[in-house]
């Protein structure tokens, strides 16, 4: 009688504790993602440096007006950023334009306009602000993945393609956007090989 008890007393534990797990594994959220997200035009990936140097050989200090130029510029080029990850991106995109008067050779601003105009919409012109900025320096790899994911934007898997194996080419291993980067190219290589299969079958 003693040893029934005790069997059906573990029975009841053993449920009990199954109960609870499966409550904890359903209430907890799930950190899943997925391995091909889309790029979409209003989750720009905003990779872009934060910070503004002047130029090496102006010291700016001893000219009171490149100084407050320079400091214009950073205030404006900050507001863009701030501007940026809030997703506020007409408003980023009125600070760039601030930058770009004060500054137009500058290669960041260009590059933080090119996500600004991702973000609204308008892939199309974004495109042509990646490009200036690979023009104006062709080792920023922001340029290349921003200009990869306007060019994917557009459906221009091809050209998205070739932008986006730039960027991996001339990442090192522990660049963060690495693993999305070659998702977003395994991505369109698929979108390709779809369009090609349905181009042959028509």
């Known amino acids: 009688m003693k040893k029934a008890l005790n069997t059906k007393t573990m029975l009841l534990l053993t449920g009990l504790i199954i109960f609870v797990l499966g409550l904890i594994i359903h209430l907890t959220p799930s950190s899943y993602t997925p391995k091909n ?7 720009p990936e905003i990779i872009s440096s934060k910070e503004v140097k002047a130029p090496p050989e102006i010291n700016i200090k001893n000219n009171p007006t490149l100084h407050a130029q320079h400091k214009r510029l950073e205030k404006h080029f900050q507001r863009a950023i701030v501007m940026l990850h809030a997703k506020r991106y007409e408003l980023a ?33 974004a495109e042509d602000f990646f490009l200036t900025a690979i023009d104006l320096d062709d080792k920023l790899l922001n340029a290349y993945y921003g200009l990869a994911l306007s060019h994917g934007e557009q459906k221009q898997y091809q050209s998205a393609i070739a932008a ?8 090192n291993d522990s ?10 190219l395994q991505q369109w290589r698929d ?8 181009t042959q079958n028509s």
């Open 37 to 43: 997200p889309k790029p979409l035009a209003n989750e």
């Open 93 to 125: 995109i009125v600070s760039l334009h601030q930058v770009l008067a004060i500054d137009p050779k500058m290669p960041e601003a260009h590059i933080n306009m090119g996500f600004a105009l991702l973000g609204n919409q308008q892939a199309h012109i």
């Open 164 to 171: 986006m194996v730039s960027f991996i080419h001339l990442s």
């Open 175 to 184: 660049e963060q956007y690495l693993q999305k980067a070659l998702d977003y």
């Open 191 to 198: 979108l390709v090989a779809a369009q090609q299969a349905e």
